[in-house]
């Protein structure tokens, strides 16, 4: 059988295989086949084949089964039917169908990103976002990078480097995906002291800790948890009294960090930004991509006097923001001016605060449709529930939602979820007491018909 195996010259002129070399890359095709014939033969050698696999119809199947897989996109369009809203591996935030057009625009055409039009000569693309950060924020100066991790790094780097930072024990935060308090303190070159306990930390412990060493005290939003009980923290306006009074920087890590009120939707314990500054916070950073709604980016606002010492800081030329970042960010941003704007077009924020009965209304347009569409093999009901926000924020926030409720006999919910993953748009849900369900929160429009499409394959037999 092994000598049976065609060579690769012979299958490059079957006429199927020269037109896929006119779809396909020349050099992605012998790949392709080579790798065929390595399976093949490993499994002749291992008797796990049929002389049938041998032929040429079948070799061929496998050789564009591998060529697509091969050439499909590796990252692409998912539905997100777990409720997370902020789901850092689906790519947190969306950005607003509104700034579509100016997105475009940027990426296909030139732009004024590092050139001063009005001097005609070169500019910083960190002038586009500040004006905007500061207003609305209410802080002197703001820049940009890449995460926020990469801001905390810039700014420790810049201000606290060979000093020591000072972080209540209760906040060493660890982020998912290898963001560590520590960790990112080390790789900045400053020297990590904590100070208090984990449930308590008291002024006096900044009082005792600080010393002509000390660089920053640094407050870290413990984000992704919570330490409730017997609690007690540094209120911002003491922690910043500690620091003015020698002279040492005051920096808060917001982590998400939200530009405008939620406790109107129920979301409480979340101060703005501008709380913050004005609270008289040195610096602080937090991300683009969590409660803001807009790109991945760290943003850092507060003193311009520290501010002006991170922009020179070589560091900063190694996390520098992208443009089309920059100009989804302006544009998220811009939406703010006014709430209302920022309310109804920014998905996060829409998501967030969704209210059930129109989850509820939207449930049952989507039941009805989808009856239609579906064999009553696939029964489909609406149940209550609760949606996260996500991203590392809001850990205790439950939000109440609808959940499409999706049971097929014979199929297992483990079964189900597999094969709507497996679908070619991937359908993303999830498991609770025995049921398949997708969480509405965060299904869009434009989801409806590939979850139908998705939910039609289970009924195929297992291929
Ligand atoms: C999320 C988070 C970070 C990291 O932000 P990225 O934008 O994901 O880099 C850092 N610190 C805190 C407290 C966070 O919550």
């Given at each position: 059988m092994l000598k049976n195996i065609p060579k690769v010259d012979k299958i490059l002129n079957w006429p199927e295989i020269k037109a896929a070399c006119s779809v396909y890359p020349r050099p992605l095709v012998i790949t392709a086949i080579r790798s065929v014939l390595a399976s093949l033969r490993s499994e002749i050698i291992g008797r796990?084949?049929?002389?049938?696999?041998?032929d040429g119809s079948a070799l061929l199947g496998r050789v564009i089964a591998e060529l697509q897989s091969a050439s499909a996109p590796s990252l692409k369009r998912v539905v997100?039917?777990?409720?997370?809203?902020?789901h850092t591996n689906l790519g947190r935030s969306l950005l607003s169908e509104t700034i579509r057009d100016r997105l475009l625009e940027t990426a296909f055409g030139y732009s004024?990103?590092?050139?001063d039009l009005e001097k005609g000569e070169r500019g910083s693309r960190?002038?586009?976002?500040e004006p905007l950060l500061c207003r609305l924020t209410g802080a002197e100066a703001a820049l940009v990078v890449n995460n926020n991790a990469a801001a905390v790094l810039l700014a420790l780097s810049t201000l606290a480097k060979g000093k020591e930072v000072l972080v209540s024990r209760g906040e060493l935060v660890e982020i998912g995906g290898s963001f560590r308090i520590p960790d990112i303190m080390r790789q900045s070159g400053a020297i990590l002291k904590e100070v208090g306990t984990t449930n308590r930390t008291h002024p006096a412990d900044y009082l005792e800790g600080?010393?002509?060493?000390?660089g920053m005290l640094l407050k870290v939003h413990t984000s992704n948890y919570a330490v409730v009980g017997f609690t007690a923290q540094v209120m911002v306006e003491e922690l910043v009294k500690i620091g003015r009074d020698r002279a040492i920087p005051v920096m808060a890590d917001?982590?998400?960090?939200?530009?405008?009120?939620?406790s109107l939707f129920g979301i409480t314990g979340e101060p703005t930004i501008r709380e913050f500054v004005d609270a008289g916070i040195d610096l602080i950073t937090f991300s683009g991509?969590?409660?803001?709604?807009?790109?991945?980016a760290g943003i850092l606002v507060g003193r311009k006097k520290y501010l002006d010492l991170l922009k020179k800081n070589p560091l900063l030329r190694a996390l520098r923001i992208d443009k089309l970042t920059l100009v989804a960010l302006e544009e998220t941003l811009r939406l703010y001016l006014d709430e209302r704007q920022a309310l109804a077009n920014i998905p996060t924020l829409k998501m967030l605060t969704y209210d059930v009965a129109a989850l509820y209304s939207r449930g049952k347009t989507m039941l009805r449709r989808m009856r239609k569409a579906l064999?009553?093999?696939?029964v489909i009901s609406l149940k209550d529930g609760f949606s996260q926000a996500g991203?590392?924020?809001?850990?205790l926030v439950e939000l109440p939602t609808k959940l499409l409720s999706v049971a097929v006999t014979g199929i297992s919910p483990d079964e189900m979820e597999k094969r709507m993953r497996n679908f070619k748009v991937p359908v993303l849900g999830r498991i609770r007491q025995d049921a398949y369900l997708l969480d509405?929160?965060?299904?869009?429009?434009?989801d409806i018909p590939v979850i139908i499409a998705a939910l039609l394959t289970l009924k195929l037999p297992i291929q």
């Open positions: 796990t084949i049929t002389p049938a696999s041998l997100n039917g777990t409720g997370v809203v902020l004024n990103l590092e050139f960190y002038s586009h976002v600080v010393s002509t060493d000390t917001l982590g998400s960090g939200n530009l405008i009120d939620l991509d969590k409660l803001l709604g807009g790109p991945q064999p009553t093999a696939i991203g590392g924020t809001l850990p509405l929160r965060t299904v869009l429009d434009q």
